[in-house]
């Protein structure tokens, strides 16, 4: 970029250039001393200061004529990338929103920005397009094949995720008691559809920014921010699960935990906490799931 500038190859005063990258310096040195403890709030200074020197840069280096408009767009592949790799539309439209914002704010004043704006609004409308078509093709990819819930990596990516953020959340460790005794008396298919069916009465007993997660066979995980997890997850348990004509009673061993920004608890201590909390229900006949 420096060599592009000082050549002449993009119209930048070289001193603008010089205090954007000291700019760009002071982020980046923010961001090493303040991620080991910020929350989402740091994401946020990050987002400011990457649009404000993104629409400096544009509005210094000829607004509509600028040859750094490609930046916008590597910008917002990156932050798509990072943010909105699940395929919601609300985050996709977020951001697509500030890339369109961005191009207009830095190309304003320029020559033909009537055309300017048009043709990138365009350009950012088939983008999101395509961004949203690949991003369903990711997500599609993050499910168990079998539950349609996320499956252990990608469950556990968006949970420390979470705790980077430092969103408090609650988590419940369920594990499926005695499974194996319907595999035996009913069959692996039943056995299947059994799984399929409570990971459905999950689904629909969470809301849109809760997790679950198919942790291992007969094992589920779920993430809610909402207080009310042991009661939703005793509606679940409370009736029988209707399969192949068999009406089979499905129970469960609930371990409960909680994660708060202060107790300064790993992903991994967090998920040894929900499991030793597992088995005491399970080996004390306490039944939290059921």
Known sequence: MGILVYTGAVPLDPFVYLALTSLALLHYALIWWASPWAGVWLDWISFVIDLGTIVILLQHSGRTESPLVILVYLWWLGVIMVNARYGELHVLAFFSALGWATLALGGYGGPGYA????????????????????????????????????????????????????????????????????????????????????????????????????YGGDEFLIVTSGGDLRERLQRVFAAPLNVSGHSVIVQGDVGLVRWRPEDGLSLCQLLDRADAAMYRMKYTGKREGH
Request: no cysteine; charged share 25%; net charge positive.
């Open 115 to 214: 055309s300017f704006l048009a043709v990138h609004t365009v350009t950012v409308f088939l983008f999101a397009l395509t961004s949203l078509m690949l991003m369903d093709e990711r997500r599609q990819g993050q499910l168990d094949p079998l539950t349609q819930v996320l499956h252990r990596g990608a469950g556990l990516e968006r949970l420390s995720k979470r705790i980077h953020r430092r969103e408090p959340f609650d988590l419940a460790f369920v594990d499926l008691r005695d499974f194996k005794h319907i595999n035996d008396a009913y069959g692996h298919a039943v056995g299947d559809q059994v799984l399929q069916a409570l990971a459905g009465r999950l689904l629909a007993s969470v809301r849109e920014k809760d997790l679950i997660v198919r």
